[in-house]
């Protein structure tokens, strides 16, 4: 009930293609979805975030897709650059809940190449 | 944003010994966390770093193994104790603030155990 399911594994992506991550829950309770990028040797650091009263959100080149019947939620980016080349983890929660903690995905590791 | 510090950044330690992580956040944060990665993989939860009380643990997690101090709300310690190989790891500090909704995160421990 509390699993996030996080495909692909891993992702090669040319510099300026679009790289898309996608995310399955099953939890129907969690109200907070965020996206975690890391790069090695780092902590993940917060990207993006949505919340299922939208069904899309775009900061800059990320851009979250959310399909609350399907209980799906994507990571687009955009114009891919080999700065982007990282670890991404999405994660859901119960916002409001008392001790509310991240469930995260298992991560995609992305590739951009030159 | 929060800025978390965490020391040691990194320590080999030998089999049967203990090892303390130290975490600083430079402003308040109401939840801090401890966590788990192993190198290429997600993040799993040890527990939640109460202050002035005993941490929560997830399943999995016990204190004997994972004790955890949290004696005011910029502060915290994971000891890993009795290390053996599967120790392993490395270990992150998250703090949460809630007035902003982000969870923010070390740049981790990274431990070896011979």
């Known amino acids: 009930q509390q699993q996030v399911k996080q495909s692909p594994q891993s992702l090669i992506v040319q510099k300026g293609g679009i790289s898309i991550i996608n995310c399955a829950y099953e939890?129907?309770?969690?109200?907070?979805f965020p996206w975690y990028q890391q790069f090695p040797g780092k902590g993940p650091a917060l990207l993006i975030a949505?919340?299922?009263?939208?069904s899309e959100k775009k900061e800059g080149r990320f851009t979250i897709s959310f399909n609350k019947s399907a209980k799906q939620f994507s990571l687009h980016i955009m114009d891919s650059q080999p700065g982007d080349s990282a670890t991404y983890f999405c994660?859901?929660?119960?916002?409001?809940?008392?001790?509310?903690?991240?469930?995260f995905g298992g991560g995609t590791r992305v590739l951009v190449k030159p | 944003s929060a800025v978390i510090s965490q020391k040691p950044s990194r320590d080999i330690c030998q089999r049967g010994t203990s090892l303390t992580i130290q975490c600083q956040v430079d402003?308040?944060?109401?939840?801090m966390f401890w966590y788990r990665q192993q190198p290429g993989q997600s993040l799993t939860l040890i527990a939640t770093?109460?202050?002035?009380?005993?941490?929560?643990?997830e399943s999995g997690f016990v204190i004997d193994k994972f004790p955890i101090s949290r004696p005011n709300l910029t502060f915290s310690t994971l000891t890993v104790s009795n290390l053996s190989p599967e120790d392993s790891s490395i270990y992150l500090c998250?703090?949460?603030?809630?007035?902003?909704?982000?969870?923010?995160f070390g740049a981790g421990t990274r431990l070896s155990v011979l």
């Open positions: 939890n129907t309770a969690f109200d907070y």
């Open positions: 402003s308040q944060v109401t939840m």
């Open positions: 998250s703090g949460r603030d809630e007035t902003k909704n982000i969870q923010y």
């Open positions: 994660a859901a929660t119960r916002d409001q809940a008392a001790g509310n903690k991240l469930t």
């Open positions: 949505i919340r299922p009263d939208v």
């Open positions: 770093a109460n202050q002035g009380s005993e941490a929560t643990y």
